[in-house]
């Protein structure tokens, strides 16, 4: 490997890996903090997620329309400033006697809606798209899928010790050491050189495909607003797991999913995009149908460890299908108008778990089931002929 792309590749690692380790500490503690330190209540938390959701999807559009006319690398250093930011935010509000305004606020730029998993964006997930084209960049002229593979199994590795971390910490020390550590690894972008596209703003060619993409991120949205947000809090409400306990749990079903991602080569390889998203997310949908049924702590933790493996391992695969599909140019505003689909249904999903979760708890985990079956229909209908498009153009180097 040439030395210029092993800087790069290692300048991006640091930026990625800071930022999963508090996200792992956020997705343990925020939970907590609402539910225990704040005594706000799962809709509470719910609606927070939502709100995240949208705003995430938002700013996600933003810095991928920015990453295509102003600049990769400029993009994603003011969209990395959001998360140490947030957090800094919510470490000093959970001491105000009427946290809450500042709360919505500090989820909103941190993105603490927690949907998706943490390799594939979950906290701080508007900076996803533009890492995601950056990925593609560095890679070029070698196919991304293994660059994915290893870049998100980092990135689970990374947010499971986030979340064992913060097993050691109380509730609001997990915010003041996730700014530090995110900061730091903003710090560490400066040296980055990136390619800079002269893309027309206004002009979007791949609208067909993009799409295609956009209505089954929908979907898959959909399903990772119903669940994946609710995954921990499930514990809390249903098993009375205490935090310490939980952390444990949390970093076992965290590097598990990293350890799945590192199969996303072989899995391209022998099953190709579609039957790989079929496979893998079909099985996981089926295991979490089970989960609100029998509640069985031994069985119900078998599944928190396998499904999120399962949910991810495709990830590297669906993003280098769409990149392979988008030219160049095209690719920030393709992964931020997929981002914007993904997280604006996820949103609306993540209210109404919300309150399902102090209802009928058993509502979502069927109605999971029943669009990520639907989903994976799409994914043959619309994908089960591969079509890729021509290179992108020129670029210049910032």
Same mark, same amino acid.
């Given at each position: 490997?040439p030395?210029?792309?092993?800087?790069?590749?290692?300048?991006?690692?640091?930026? +990625?890996?800071?930022?999963s380790?508090?996200?792992?500490?956020?997705?343990?503690?925020?939970?907590?903090?609402?539910?225990?330190?704040?005594?706000?209540?799962?809709?509470?938390?719910?609606? @927070?997620?939502?709100?995240?959701?949208?705003?995430t999807?938002?700013?996600?559009?933003?810095f991928?329309y920015?990453a295509?006319?102003?600049? #990769?690398?400029h993009?994603?250093?003011?969209?990395?400033?959001?998360?140490?930011?947030?957090?800094?935010?919510?470490w000093?509000?959970?001491?105000?006697?009427?946290p809450? *305004?500042?709360?919505y606020l500090?989820?909103?730029?941190?993105?603490?809606?927690?949907?998706?998993?943490?390799?594939?964006?979950?906290?701080?997930?508007?900076?996803? /798209?533009i890492?995601?084209?950056v990925?593609?960049?560095?890679?070029?002229?070698?196919? *991304?899928?293994?660059?994915f593979?290893?870049?998100n199994?980092?990135?689970g590795?990374?947010?499971?010790?986030?979340a064992?971390?913060?097993r050691?910490?109380?509730?609001?020390?997990?915010?003041?050491?996730?700014t530090?550590?995110?900061?730091?690894?903003l710090?560490?972008?400066? *040296?980055? +050189?990136? /390619? +800079?596209?002269?893309?027309?703003?206004?002009?979007?060619?791949? #609208?067909?495909?993009?799409?295609?993409?956009?209505?089954?991120?929908?979907?898959?949205?959909?399903?990772?607003?119903?669940?994946?947000?609710f995954?921990?809090?499930?514990?809390?409400?249903?098993?009375?797991?205490?935090k310490?306990?939980?952390a444990?749990?949390?970093f076992?079903s965290?590097s598990?999913?990293?350890l799945?991602?590192?199969?996303?080569?072989?899995? &391209?390889?022998h099953?190709?995009?579609?039957?790989?998203?079929a496979?893998?997310?079909? @099985?996981g949908a089926v295991?979490?149908?089970?989960?609100?049924? &029998?509640?069985?702590l031994?069985?119900?933790?078998?599944?928190?460890?396998?499904? /999120?493996?399962?949910?991810v391992?495709?990830i590297p695969?669906?993003?280098?299908?769409?990149?392979?599909?988008?030219?160049?140019?095209?690719?920030?505003?393709?992964?931020?108008l997929?981002?914007?689909?993904?997280?604006?249904?996820?949103?609306?999903?993540?209210?109404?778990?919300?309150?399902?979760?102090e209802?009928?708890?058993?509502? /979502?985990?069927?109605?999971y089931?029943l669009i990520?079956?639907m989903n994976?229909y799409?994914?043959?209908?619309?994908f089960g002929? #591969?079509?890729?498009?021509?290179?992108? *153009?020129?670029?210049?180097?910032?």
């Amino acid at each position: 490997m040439p030395a210029a792309k092993f800087k790069q590749l290692l300048t991006l690692g640091l930026f +990625r890996t800071s930022r999963s380790l508090a996200a792992g500490m956020i997705m343990l503690g925020f939970p907590y903090l609402i539910l225990r330190h704040l005594h706000l209540g799962a809709l509470t938390l719910g609606l @927070l997620y939502a709100t995240a959701g949208v705003a995430t999807a938002v700013l996600g559009l933003l810095f991928g329309y920015l990453a295509d006319s102003w600049g #990769r690398k400029h993009s994603l250093v003011l969209v990395g400033a959001t998360l140490p930011l947030s957090t800094a935010l919510a470490w000093a509000s959970s001491g105000l006697a009427h946290p809450l *305004p500042w709360l919505y606020l500090a989820s909103m730029l941190g993105g603490f809606s927690a949907t998706g998993s943490l390799m594939g964006g979950g906290v701080g997930g508007a900076a996803a /798209p533009i890492q995601s084209a950056v990925i593609v960049d560095v890679a070029k002229p070698n196919n *991304p899928t293994a660059y994915f593979s290893w870049f998100n199994f980092f990135s689970g590795v990374f947010a499971a010790v986030g979340a064992l971390l913060g097993r050691l910490l109380d509730v609001r020390q997990i915010f003041l050491a996730a700014t530090l550590i995110s900061l730091a690894g903003l710090i560490t972008l400066l *040296p980055l +050189r990136l /390619p +800079r596209y002269r893309a027309n703003p206004r002009r979007l060619q791949g #609208r067909q495909v993009i799409g295609k993409f956009t209505l089954t991120g929908a979907l898959n949205g959909l399903t990772q607003g119903l669940i994946t947000p609710f995954l921990i809090p499930f514990f809390v409400l249903v098993f009375h797991i205490p935090k310490s306990h939980m952390a444990v749990y949390g970093f076992i079903s965290g590097s598990l999913g990293a350890l799945a991602l590192l199969a996303a080569p072989k899995l &391209e390889a022998h099953f190709g995009f579609v039957k790989s998203i079929a496979l893998t997310r079909g @099985l996981g949908a089926v295991l979490l149908l089970m989960l609100p049924f &029998e509640h069985w702590l031994p069985l119900a933790l078998a599944i928190y460890f396998v499904t /999120p493996g399962l949910r991810v391992m495709a990830i590297p695969v669906q993003q280098t299908a769409l990149s392979e599909r988008v030219e160049a140019h095209e690719l920030g505003r393709a992964l931020g108008l997929n981002q914007v689909a993904r997280l604006a249904a996820s949103s609306g999903a993540i209210a109404f778990t919300g309150a399902m979760f102090e209802t009928a708890l058993e509502v /979502p985990f069927v109605v999971y089931f029943l669009i990520m079956s639907m989903n994976i229909y799409l994914y043959f209908r619309f994908f089960g002929e #591969r079509k890729s498009i021509e290179a992108a *153009p020129a670029a210049v180097n910032e």
